[in-house]
T-cell receptor, first 113, second 113 residues
């Protein structure tokens, strides 16, 4: 299995631009999670899906952030408009069920200038 | 508010010695705990877990101890190897956390050859 795939690996954009991060979970996993890693707060859960349905988006910092999962093999996290404080590493993870370990993708390093 | 805390940002240990990484939590409803290891430019990978019905779980060189009364868990690595140099995250979940795991900020372990 290829594992969780994220693209792009690096994204540099200017403040105010739209940014779209992409994730392909492991086939057969029915949970998908989006995290943001910062030095101050570690790994923060932004949103997670179960069977393509958003379950908890309370971690999404602002309305500028949105996430979709149109099918079992694809999810996007969009930031519009982006701001410098959004600079972080964004991880996507998937799992079979709640109490099982999550498998993380390699992350997308976002830099907003 | 951080519900899972790793108060030591970094730790250095000589090869062959024991590494002890600590983690504290505040939510008494947490009942499942995991440790993840993260190398630079990669996503976190699952290392070991423990359920609250146990106080110890061992897997090769890695042992996790859970002290529920103190709301504290620790990861012991014996003997430590240079390849263990990475950032270690602890994570916790419980029946009242809505299917999500809360992560600490991580401890960077350096094993000196």
């Amino acid at each position: 299995d290829a594992g969780v795939i994220q693209s792009p690996r690096h994204e540099v954009t200017e403040m105010g631009q739209e940014v779209t991060l992409r994730c392909k979970p492991i086939s057969g996993h029915d949970y998908l999670f989006w995290y943001r890693q910062t030095m101050m707060r570690g790994l923060e859960l932004l949103i997670y899906f179960n069977n393509n349905v958003p379950i908890d988006d309370s971690g999404m910092p602002e309305d500028r952030f949105s996430a979709k999962m149109p099918n079992a093999s694809f999810s996007t996290l969009k930031i519009q408009p982006s701001e410098p404080r959004d600079s972080a590493v964004y991880f996507c993870a998937s799992s079979r069920q709640r109490s099982y370990e999550q498998y993380f993708g390699p992350g997308t390093r976002l830099t907003v200038t | 508010d951080q519900q899972v805390k790793q108060n030591s940002p970094s730790l250095s240990v000589q090869e062959g010695r024991i590494s002890i990484l600590n983690c504290d939590y505040t939510n008494s409803m947490f009942d499942y705990f995991l440790w993840y290891k993260k190398y630079p430019a990669e996503g976190p990978t699952f290392l070991i877990s423990i359920s609250s019905i146990k106080d110890k779980n061992e897997d090769g060189r890695f042992t996790v101890f859970l002290n529920k009364s103190a709301k504290h868990l620790s990861l012991h690595i014996v003997p430590s190897q240079p390849g263990d140099s990475a950032v270690y995250f602890c994570a916790a979940s419980g029946s009242n956390t809505g299917n999500q795991f809360y992560f600490g900020t991580g401890t960077s372990l350096t094993v000196i050859p």
